[in-house]
């Protein structure tokens, strides 16, 4: 299992804008039923997990998600994420998630963690 791709489809899926594009890769990545949870957000299935990524990307317009190394054994990884404007080297937001995968090399869960967020 290529938990290092996984992370890396799982951050495009984020970044990408295309609504049908971003549902595609939704569907190719997730398990039916993952789940995403973090400080803000709980989400199980396909279209509350898109649903989630739209209003993350109507909030942030503009930014990007870049991902930081990827630390994997069986069937779980941890990494950090930076959201950004596009070339930016100062995040606006910084994450650290933990993603399991299925035994079907889609994401079952990912648990997120902020470690930076901007003022209110």
């Known amino acids: 299992m290529d938990l290092q791709h996984l992370a890396e489809r799982y951050l495009a899926a984020w970044n990408e804008t295309d609504p049908a594009a971003r549902r595609k890769l939704v569907e190719e990545t997730w398990a039916a039923d993952g789940s995403y949870t973090d400080p ?44 950004a404007p596009e070339g930016a080297a100062e995040p606006l937001v910084v994450g650290f998630d ?16 902020l470690d930076k967020v901007p003022a209110a």
């Open 98 to 113: 933990v993603l399991t995968a299925d035994g079907d090399g889609r994401i079952a869960t990912v648990v997120g963690f």
């Open 40 to 83: 803000l957000v709980e989400t199980r299935g396909h279209e509350q997990f898109d649903a989630a990524l739209a209003a993350v990307q109507a909030q942030f317009a503009g930014l990007v998600f870049r991902l930081g190394p990827v630390d994997a054994h069986h069937h779980v990884a941890r990494f950090t994420w930076e959201l």
